[in-house]
């Protein structure tokens, strides 16, 4: 357990459907982010939090939505996904934006249908 | 924009054989730049931060090195435990991978076979 939770871990959802993926971490860190993996590429910025403030949307489609309620917490609302949206999504935690590293939470492996 | 490369795609070594795995960047303003082991299945498992061209460090059988363009992670007689996907990032002073977030390369798949 690296002190950063993802639930659930996997999910498979239909391109109707709407979900939701959480994220926490309580190791006081102020910055959180969202990352997609997808399978022979690089990981992928999506989101990034800080201070409970989103200070980056990577172009991101609408259809991805984050919402981070205070520095512990963070979610990614999904609805009218599309199968290329099928991938890991990563959260990740840091003291400061990026400064020391990322404590990365093991990813919600979602497959859209 | 901040651009990461990392060679080879895959390498496969037998254990106790050492090798390097080159990760090359292009960055406006290097902040800091990144190593990650990930496990399948697995989110990516902090390794090492370098911040200046010159700067080592080492972790048990692994050790970063730096320069302007390049870093290297060195592994020394590895085991069948260090086979994982290793990634390289930096995080730049301009946009790119973001002011606050992190550019990635593909990564190295590595299999040491015992």
């Known amino acids: 357990e690296t002190g950063v939770t993802q639930t659930p871990r996997h999910l498979v959802m239909g391109m109707t459907n709407k979900k939701s993926l959480k994220c926490e971490q309580h190791?006081?860190?102020?910055?959180m982010y969202w990352y997609k993996q997808s399978a022979k590429k690089p990981l992928e910025l999506m989101f990034v939090?800080?201070?409970?403030?989103?200070?980056e949307n990577n172009s991101v489609p609408s259809r991805f939505s984050p919402e981070c309620p205070n520095s512990s917490h963070l979610f990614l609302h999904l609805h009218t996904l599309q199968p290329e949206d099928s991938a890991l999504y990563l959260c990740?935690?840091?003291?400061?934006?990026?400064?020391?590293?990322?404590?990365f939470g093991s990813g919600t492996r979602l497959t859209v249908v | 924009e901040d651009q990461v490369t990392q060679s080879p795609e895959a390498l496969r070594l037998q254990e106790g054989e050492s090798s390097s795995l080159n990760c090359s960047y292009t960055?406006?303003?290097?902040?800091?730049l990144f190593w990650y082991r990930q496990d399948p299945g697995k989110g990516p498992e902090f390794l090492f931060t370098?911040?200046?061209a010159g700067e080592e460090k080492e972790k048990e059988r692994l050790k970063a090195t730096l320069t302007k363009k390049e870093s290297f992670l060195h592994i020394t007689a590895p085991k069948p435990e260090d086979s994982a996907t290793y990634l390289c990032?930096?995080?730049?002073?301009?946009?790119?991978?973001?002011?606050?977030?992190?550019?990635f390369g593909k990564g190295t798949h590595l299999i040491i076979q015992p």
């Open positions: 990740a935690s840091s003291q400061e934006a990026g400064r020391y590293g990322y404590t």
């Open positions: 190791l006081g860190h102020n910055a």
């Open positions: 939090y800080n201070f409970k403030e989103q200070t």
């Open positions: 960055v406006s303003g290097l902040r800091g």
């Open positions: 370098l911040y200046s």
């Open positions: 990032a930096v995080q730049g002073g301009e946009s790119g991978g973001g002011a606050d977030g992190l550019t």
